[in-house]
């Protein structure tokens, strides 16, 4: 719990979210895209960047989902919301 790997965890979750977000972007798409980030790191801030990655990713694509009913990747389609009838 150092200073530089709290700064990376909240870089992390935040950049996972804006990838999310996107239609057909999902956290292991977003953890190969930002891998290239951590190469310079120490290893234990790169594994809490990467799961930061990965967890921002599975809360964006919920976010997409419910409120654009979009849903971002697979995991993501129970939170879809289907059009409801009332009639």
């Not at 709290?6 to 292991?28: D, F, H, K, N, R």
């Not at 891998?35 to 799961?51: E, G, K, N, R």
């Not at 599975?58 to 979009?70: D, K, T």
């Amino acid at each position: 719990m150092t200073t530089i790997n709290l700064i990376w965890l909240v870089e992390g979750s935040a950049q996972g979210t804006v990838l999310g977000m996107l239609p057909g972007l999902g956290p292991t798409t977003g953890n190969a895209l930002l891998m290239p980030l951590t190469f310079t790191m120490a290893p234990d801030t790169a594994l809490v960047m990467m799961c930061a990655i990965y967890y921002g990713a599975m809360f964006g694509g919920s976010r997409s989902s419910i409120l654009l009913n979009v849903p971002g990747d697979g995991a993501a389609v129970a939170s879809a919301c289907p059009e409801v009838d009332i009639g």
